[in-house]
């Protein structure tokens, strides 16, 4: 069970998509909601420069949810790359990919009624890659397995063939 480059990064991938997403956003609400009860109470100057400090940190999160996918990405690649799988086991993974994606499709709805809640449109409307990413997932794990599938199956295999034209000319 320690081959890379499975179905099952596929569906980590899916998992870890969507709870990073919903994370930083419930995440992103609770701190609005405490700079603004701290607010009301009445704060100091140098209370607003670490609340506005913070504020702008938060905002880095989009970024860095972008840097996370396309990293999760190139290492599902390099890792499907590096096994050695016969040709017809592409009818096997295809039809993998097939119900992961359909399991994607109720993830991505999950996401799409928690993102339409009216309390919190303001936090989903500030990570703009985040609902890009969460509201489109079936179509993302689509061109993440195609390239998966591509990288496993798509190798030129030296192997025995190596020295074909040594004994072709014999």
Not at 96 to 116: A, H, Q, R, T, W
Request: hydrophobic share 55%.
């Amino acid at each position: 069970m320690n081959k890379k480059g499975s179905q099952l990064d596929i569906i980590f991938f899916v998992i870890m998509l969507l709870i990073i997403g919903i994370t930083t956003i419930i995440g992103y609400k609770v701190f609005i909601e405490f700079q603004g009860a701290l607010e009301e109470k009445g704060v100091s100057t140098a209370e607003r420069e670490i609340l506005g400090h913070a504020g702008r940190t938060y905002g880095l999160l989009d970024g860095l949810y972008l840097i996370l996918v396309s990293g999760m990405f190139i290492g599902a690649i390099v890792s499907t790359f590096f096994l050695n799988s016969h040709p017809i086991y592409f009818i096997g993974f295809a039809l993998g990919l097939m119900l992961i994606l359909i399991i994607s499709v109720p993830l991505s709805e999950v996401y799409e009624k928690f993102s339409d809640n009216d309390q919190l449109e303001n936090a989903t409307a500030s990570f703009a890659s985040i609902d890009h990413i969460a509201n489109r997932l079936p179509l993302w794990i689509f061109f993440v397995s195609l390239f998966m599938v591509i990288a496993l199956f798509a190798k030129f295999k030296v192997g025995k063939w190596k020295n074909w034209w040594y004994y072709h000319y014999l």
